[in-house]
């Protein structure tokens, strides 16, 4: 079974950036769709991007879109989310998860079957 461990968290200013990881261990990462979503105290886990194990395809947020990068790199069982011009709204855990079904709902937190723990962002305006 796969295991995902998120890193690169931290406190940031507004307009800073961060590059968070999400490295995978104890099976076949390349094969998973992965993804990217986000928890702020209070609120529902939202999606944050999408990045395909073949293609690979990208999706983003109406929220992040131009600013977040989503890339993988398969050869290091690695996924990375590059966040540039932070705002104090994308202040949130950020949790890395998997799809092993290649489900149709990839903005849908219930189609991703592996989840990380979790790492902290914050941004302070």
């Known amino acids: 079974q796969v295991q995902l461990v998120e890193s690169g968290g931290g406190l940031v200013q507004a307009g800073g950036s961060l590059r968070l990881s999400c490295a995978a261990s104890g099976g076949t990462f390349s094969m998973y769709n992965m993804g990217w979503f986000r928890q702020a105290p209070g609120k529902d886990r939202e999606f944050v991007a999408r990045?395909?194990?073949?293609?690979?395809?990208?999706n983003y947020a109406d929220s992040v879109q131009g600013r977040f990068t989503i890339s993988r790199d398969n050869a290091k069982n690695t996924m990375y989310l590059q966040m540039d011009s932070l705002k104090s709204e994308d202040t949130a855990s950020y949790y890395c998860?998997?799809?092993?079904?290649?489900?149709?709902?990839?903005?849908?937190?219930?189609?991703?079957?592996?989840w990380g723990q979790g790492i902290q962002v914050t941004v302070s305006s």
């Open positions: 990045i395909t194990w073949k293609g690979p395809t990208v």
């Open positions: 998860a998997g799809d092993s079904n290649y489900g149709g709902f990839y903005y849908l937190a219930r189609e991703y079957d592996l």
